[in-house]
């Protein structure tokens, strides 16, 4: 099970009660209680966010709190400091590091991919100026070969209405680089089909 989670780019990763429960080896309820018991201090480090969900061999639906780094932190000092609590320290701190270094890589990707979708854009315009349809063609096949999907089928595939911040900073490297190659061939004068062909020539 992860232990560190983030929804988009920008948000904040977070770390729920339910894990800090099952990771520390107390009662999903008693951890629930700390937190409503200091929500006011809680909210100091930010929002408290929360989720409905049904928990496992429970009846009705519960409340799973969300918690960002500070906030887990706090909270975890108010359990009793056993082994297995101080271990869980460490997997927490190194999760979220983690997560905020991967999340840091594809901020910077997907700047690179702005700077590269311009070029990219302008010269699909320069050389397909009367078609409505050269972008989208060219953008897909540029997904389909660094990435073996398309824009759409990621946004299935990953629940989310932006194929680009679900990629990962490889994908997103990857990427890049078909558009370079793409954008290169379209300037040497190949067509749409001849560019498809060279693309998966190697593959």
């Known amino acids: 099970m992860e232990l560190v989670y983030y929804k988009g780019l920008q948000d904040e990763p ?10 520390t080896d107390n ?54 400091n056993t082994p297995k609590v101080k271990e ?18 594809r901020k910077i990707h997907r700047q690179v991919n702005k ?3 311009v ?5 699909i315009k320069a050389h397909y100026p009367e078609s409505k349809h050269a972008y989208s063609n060219y953008h897909r096949l ?7 999907v398309t824009p759409k089928q990621i946004k299935e595939q990953r629940h989310t209405d932006d194929p680009q911040s ?3 900073s490889d ?6 680089r078909a558009k370079q190659q793409i954008s290169l061939f379209i300037q040497d004068g190949y067509d749409y089909e001849d560019i498809k062909a060279k693309m998966f020539a190697d593959i």
């Open 14 to 23: 977070y770390t729920t009660a339910k894990i800090i429960s099952e990771y």
């Open 27 to 80: 009662k999903y309820q008693s951890v629930s209680d700390a937190i409503r018991k200091n929500e006011n201090a809680i909210k100091e480090f930010g929002i408290l966010r929360f989720e409905i969900a049904k928990i496992p061999g429970r009846g009705r639906p519960k409340k799973i709190y969300h918690l960002n780094e500070q906030q887990a932190t706090f909270l975890i000092t108010l359990l009793d």
């Open 88 to 105: 869980f320290k460490k997997l927490l701190v190194k999760s979220f590091y983690q997560i905020k270094s991967e999340l840091d890589e």
């Open 115 to 117: 700077v590269v979708n």
């Open 119 to 123: 070029s990219f854009g302008d010269v």
């Open 142 to 148: 540029a997904y389909k070969y660094a990435i073996g």
């Open 166 to 168: 679900a990629l990962t």
């Open 171 to 176: 994908e997103s490297a990857r990427l890049e």
